[in-house]
């Protein structure tokens, strides 16, 4: 596999002493920024309500956590939980995207932050969407957007970030491959002179996530310029095969730091784990060499 695990994982397990995080800690956000690495976590208590935490690290192996939650269910949409946070920085301001999950069903959503820490709800993006995730930067002066109609990958483009045009499909799943039943965006996409990196999951009639990798044009990133053919992590450990839901490993978080990629995972939606890679070396996987 071209991601190595890192030796201390898993990084964070559920906190018993916080009845809102004691259960299962899993899907993160991870930004690195003026050289602190920050989270945003999804965690569960046993009423299974997601809410999203807040750590800090210096080296992104050894967290500090805020002990309350950062965003947590807020009306009649988020009645079941905030989840599975995806967070860019775009012109000086934090965005993140999460979904937000209630009896009315899922509801894709962005919101935005100065600091990480308090964020404001900009609009929903759509409805029975998920898996969305902003470019870090604008293309052709608009902001960009990977989002998820079952079971494909989309990308579409908006002037504000509330009203978003030219929805198109630009990756399926691939019959008898590791990915044939949904595939999804992971972590935000990564600008290199090639393209942008995309890191995503997908699932397979057995419902194992795995995570793969593929190479969009930088100017019309609906124009995929190559998709590995095979995973770059896929469940190997014993507490990715078994938790609250089995065999996945699932990212929202691939930060760059000094060459390395950080793809941070939640492990069988119950720990969260590191494992990296040399950006050559994923770039390398995403144009089909080595
Ligand atoms: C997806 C999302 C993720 C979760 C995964 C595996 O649909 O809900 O939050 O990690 O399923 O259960």
Redesign the pocket.
Known sequence: MVFQRHPDNPLMKPNPLNAWEALNV??CAVVHHNGLFHMLY?AQGRDYISHIGYAASADGVRWNRMSDPVLSPADANETRGV??PRAVEIDGAFYMTY?AYSPNGILAMIARSTNLITWERIAPFERDN??HVLFPRKIGGRYAILHRRPPDIWLAYSDDLKTWHDHQIIMRPRADMWDNLKV?ASGPPIPTDAGWLIIYHGVDADYV?RQGVALLDLDNPAKVIHRADAAVLAPDEPWEFKG??PN?V?SCANPIVDGVIYLYY?GA?RLIGLATAPLAGVLDAAQGRG
Do not use: L
Request: charged fraction near 45%; charge should be negative.
């Open positions: 899993f899907n999804r989840e599975d979904t998920k898996d999804g996530y609250d839901v996945v699932f939640g939606d």
